[in-house]
């Protein structure tokens, strides 16, 4: 599965999603981009998954109509120590998650 890490993300989370395509927003050249751009970009580019931070982005987003994959992690902050425990289940949702669905996942 192609993933792509949102710029608010750190990037020394991707390599544990091992088996996984994982590019960061910022490798892409997409940093700055508001979400909607950036969703687009990711679907044209042939990403699977969006994994971000941002609470408010299905409030925000028409993410039916981006076919992506959207995991949002809700942990006590961005840092990669709080991030990592996550993980376990991002892989699990990873395996199931539909196209244009939301999964929100918490510590």
Known sequence: MRVLLDEQLPRQLAPFFVGHEVRTVQQEGWAGLSNGDLLKQ??????????????????????????LRVLVLKAASNALE??????????????????????CIEA
Not at 82 to 103: I, N, R, T, W, Y
């Open 42 to 67: 990711a679907q044209a580019a042939g990403f699977d998954l969006f994994l971000t931070a941002d609470q408010n982005l299905e409030f925000q987003q028409n993410l039916w109509r981006s076919g």
């Open 82 to 103: 709080d991030l990592l425990p996550l993980v376990p289940s991002v892989l699990a949702e990873m395996a199931k998650a539909q196209p244009s669905q939301v999964v």
